[in-house]
């Protein structure tokens, strides 16, 4: 069992740069992956990113070179560095954790326009 909070959502404009963290109940060694989501409205759920219990990490193309997935061990912190984001960014983005089955947070909005 897991609970998962997201923070750091908000609005930005094109170009500009947001960091949202995904808070975890327990260590993130016992989490298999970490993953990263996000859902505009209308829109199937798409799947940007995740980081393994080992640091590895993996990225959708639509957002490789522009998002970065790292952890906070000590806090059970996992975070997703936004940058150069555009509008097409604009989404409820979600933190999902995987052990036995999988345990998604609440989800966090990120609007980003000018």
């Known amino acids: 069992q897991v609970q998962l909070v997201e923070s750091g959502g908000g609005f930005v404009q094109p170009g500009g740069s947001l960091r949202l963290s995904c808070a975890a109940s327990r260590s993130l060694f016992s989490i298999t992956i970490m993953g990263w989501y996000r859902q505009a409205p209308g829109k199937e759920r798409e799947w940007l990113g995740r980081i393994t219990s080992s640091g590895s990490t993996n990225y959708a193309d639509s957002v490789k070179g522009r998002f970065t997935i790292s952890r906070d061990i000590a806090k059970n912190t996992v975070s997703l560095q936004m940058n150069s984001l555009k509008p097409e960014d604009t989404a409820v983005y979600y933190c999902?954790?995987?052990?036995?089955?999988?345990?998604w947070g609440q989800g966090t909005q990120v609007t980003v326009s000018s």
């Open positions: 999902r954790a995987y052990i036995s089955g999988e345990y």
